[in-house]
């Protein structure tokens, strides 16, 4: 059996008891090293097989291999596993497998929902997730999804938006938005959340401070109803109050 498991944004709080099990359950666990980090507690002595973030191939493949015979393997992921996690790569290599191998997704908190409860309540309404990496997806369908998500005003998530290499995406990506986000618009950012340096700041649209921004943040822009109070983001679900 694979568990493709989701443990959260950082905390052992923010584990599912899901998670917990499945991890307990299994006899060899698979990860990226800082998220095997994360989880220390619950692995003791278990066998751990770990490598770099751009294996993430090399890693699913060998746990399927190890499922293959007999052991109960674990995949670790950070957030959910289904989001920009490692569920889908696990299902694609088992699905070519002509052995049957099974496989259980266990859900995690993801980190938009984990740094949405930081900044009080930004989310509430329609929403979605875009990762900013073009990595395995081109540019064009990154900005195209930008610009239309903006444009039906969701409140935006931004996974991925900025990396030492790509650091110019997400002011990019701002400029692409900034044609149906108003100036005055909301925006949370949430560093490390749950994790031991977690850092929250809200600011406008017009006033975003990109260089607060890095690879373990999450940047959620609201839509027009938005407002801040105190240091809270709220959006109104319609209740009349
Ligand atoms: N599967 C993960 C997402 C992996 S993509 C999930 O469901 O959360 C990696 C991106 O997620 C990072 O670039 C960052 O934008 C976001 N992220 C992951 N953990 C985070 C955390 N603890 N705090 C803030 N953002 C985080």
């Given at each position: ?130 990762s900013l990496s073009d990595l395995l997806t081109p540019w064009e369908v990154i900005e195209k999804r ?96």
């Open positions: 059996m694979i568990y493709v498991i989701g443990i959260g944004p950082g905390s052992k709080e923010m584990m599912t008891l899901e998670a917990i099990n499945a991890i307990e359950n299994s006899e060899v666990i698979v990860g990226y090293k800082t998220y095997i980090n994360l989880i220390h507690e619950f692995i003791k002595d278990k066998e751990v097989v770990q490598n770099g973030m751009r294996q993430e191939i090399d890693r699913c493949t060998e746990a399927v291999k190890i499922a293959k015979t007999g052991k109960n393997v674990a995949v670790i992921s950070s957030g959910d596993a289904g989001i920009y996690g490692m569920a889908g790569l696990v299902l694609e290599l088992v699905s070519k497998e002509e052995q049957k191998v099974e496989v259980k997704i266990v859900p995690g908190v993801t980190a938009s929902i984990g740094a949405a409860a930081i900044l009080g309540a930004p989310i509430m309404h329609d929403f979605c997730h875009i930008l610009k239309l998500a903006a444009d039906a005003d969701f409140v935006i998530c931004l996974y991925n938006p900025r990396s030492k290499g790509r650091s110019e995406h997400l002011s990019k990506a701002f400029k692409i938005m900034s044609e149906f986000k108003d100036g005055k618009t909301p925006v949370g950012i949430v560093k490390d959340a749950g994790r031991e340096n977690e850092e929250k700041f809200i600011c406008t649209f017009d006033n975003m401070d990109f260089d607060r921004v890095d690879m373990t943040t999450m940047v959620i822009v609201g839509n027009k109803s938005t407002f801040i109070h105190e240091d809270l983001i709220i959006t109104p679900r319609g209740y009349t109050v």
